[in-house]
């Protein structure tokens, strides 16, 4: 980690939209990424869709952008039969609208405790499962899967995969030939394991890299993530490290922060990230 840091190329910068979708529409958040330079996006089903797909699909070719991921299918586990087969369609439904909107992976948010179990294992169960059947959907369409591990703080209610480690196990069970990983570093920081788990995803299994930072104190556990700069993740020594595995894709902010970015203009948050991605990356 201690070859020179050289800064990245602003061409790799993408914007997730959750990170000003307290301020704009998606129409408006493709505006201002092609007016602020900002070649990647990101966008969630939600924006999407309030929009309508076919014409986000349309005006994000319209202005050049690249997608850099689709947000998002996952929540697998349910109480009962029905609940997984409801969530099962609704992923399906993820991937044709990922397929359609041209983004190179559908990322999986997994899920995590069904209301009123205590059974985590059995949810990674479920997990494991419902992954599994969505790759034989996906992967003859071309769509990959990327399987984001979250911070174990959201493992009752978002995902109970929480580790790259986890993630990898997941991906030589199940075979890695349309599955991958999403390192987003929110999540995953903290972990003694992350270089060597970096290191044993390799290039085939990173599809995304999501950037923000970790604040001290951190004020909510969902909606306080700070700017990269502001906080105590070594983005570049992360970022060296999965480009040293051959990872050549975008830097893509995701930033939800309710008390402080999602209250600023809108350009200036774009400005903003524009501008420590040059300097913290
Ligand atoms: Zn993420």
Excluded at 37 to 61: E, F, H, N, T, Y
Aim: charged fraction near 25%.
């Amino acid at each position: 980690m201690n070859a020179p840091r050289i800064a990245p190329p602003p061409e790799k910068l993408s914007l997730n939209t959750a990170t000003v979708k307290a301020q704009w529409r998606l129409d408006e958040i493709i505006e201002g990424c092609a007016r602020h330079g900002i070649r990647g996006i990101s966008p969630w089903r939600d924006q999407v869709a309030a929009i309508g797909l076919a014409r986000a699909a349309q005006l994000i070719r319209a202005h050049g952008l690249t997608v850099t991921g689709y947000c998002r299918g996952g929540m697998f586990p349910a109480a009962d039969a029905a609940g997984r087969q409801a969530a099962r369609d609704d992923n399906r439904r993820a991937v044709d609208e990922a397929l359609e909107i041209g983004a190179p992976c559908l990322v999986l948010v997994v899920g995590g405790l069904p209301p009123g179990s205590k059974d985590i294992a059995g949810a990674r169960r479920q997990v494991r499962d419902g992954i599994a059947a969505l790759l034989d959907y996906a992967q003859p369409l071309g769509m990959p899967l990327a399987i984001e591990p979250l911070h174990p703080m959201y493992a009752a209610d978002r995902a109970c995969v929480n580790t790259l480690a986890q993630a990898n196990d997941l991906c030589d069970e199940l075979g890695d030939d349309g599955l991958g990983i999403a390192l987003d570093l929110y999540h995953v920081w903290w972990d003694p394991e992350l270089f060597g788990q970096i290191k044993r995803a390799g290039r085939k299994r990173l599809l995304a890299f999501h950037i923000c930072d970790w604040l001290v104190p951190t004020a909510d556990l969902l909606l306080d993530r700070g700017m990269m700069g502001d906080g105590v993740i070594d983005i570049a020594g992360v970022r060296q490290a999965v480009e040293t595995e051959g990872y050549a894709g975008f830097h893509e902010v995701e930033i939800f922060s309710a008390g402080n970015w999602w209250k600023r203009p809108p350009d200036e948050v774009l400005a903003t990230c524009k501008q420590r991605h040059a300097a913290c990356c």
